[in-house]
């Protein structure tokens, strides 16, 4: 049996990170990054395409700065929208698949129910319509065989996030006002990078995924979780009062969605991926989190 060829991109993100972590055995695998590969150079990233011939290529890479994403809408599009196009062709040329990582950021923000992976898009900022315009790109040259896989609040062991943010300056006995008004659900990138590859393993899953962990929290509760397990581990941060807040008090250049939660999709369970309660799945995380930090 010959082993599948997976291509990564964005290695060095937080996504990526936990993914290169995950790598089953018998695939032969690359992963890619700036500065080497950089989804701004158009030929250059069809190029590593077609050279390496994968089978299947995970594109977590992506322009991720929401707020600057509203002044420089043209340079996100380059990436999150364009680039994707071109890898999507390319990967068709080969005959591969394709997962698209993309995000609840495509929807309005606004609602009650969890995002369903039919309900209208509506995106109430520039990141949100570069990252659908790529998932757009991507089903225009892979509609069978290119997945989207939105998820939502993303946090890993690298990179800046919530997580790793609200513990430093905890342990820095700051006060903190976090918002309470934002709903929605924390993702553990490590469950997700293994949903991603038993994604690349299945030749028939549907267009578009939502992955979260499971449960519906705002950022305020979040925080108040992440200084309960904190404390739990140990940690001191006794000094650091957490206070909730509305968006109001923090605003930022782009808007943020007031309605976050998606459906976990069912096509997860036939490919062996279960839902792991948000909090559970916190305190599964931190322990690695504070290794990669204070370890
Ligand atoms: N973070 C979240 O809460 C969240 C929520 C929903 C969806 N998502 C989606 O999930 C995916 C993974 O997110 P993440 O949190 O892992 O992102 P991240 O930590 O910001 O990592 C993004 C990766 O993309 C790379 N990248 C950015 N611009 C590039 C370029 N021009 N050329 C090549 N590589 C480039 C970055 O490289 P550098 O290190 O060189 O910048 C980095 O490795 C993204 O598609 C994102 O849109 C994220």
Known sequence: MTSKRVLLTGRHGQLGTECGLLIPPSVEFLA?????????DLHGIRQAVLDFKPDVLLHTAAWTAVDKAESCEEEALLINA??????A???????????YVSTDYVFSGEGSQPWRETDAVSPLNAYGRTKL???QALHAHLPQRGHVVRTSWLYGRRGANFVRTMLRLMMEGRDLQV????KGSPTWAGGLGQALWALSESEDAPAILHFTDGGITSWFEFAIAIRELGLENQLSLEASAVRPCSSSAYPTPAKRPSW????????WKGLGIQQVPWRKQLALALPILLQEDHG
Do not use: I
């Open 133 to 135: 315009a790529g998932e």
């Open 82 to 87: 364009k680039a994707t196009e071109v890898l």
């Open 179 to 182: 918002v309470d008004d934002q």
């Open 32 to 40: 890619l990054d700036r500065p080497e590969f950089d989804l701004a």
């Open 89 to 99: 062709e390319a990967v068709n040329d080969l005959g591969g698949r394709m997962a």
């Open 260 to 267: 976050s939660p998606m459906h976990f999709s069912d096509a």
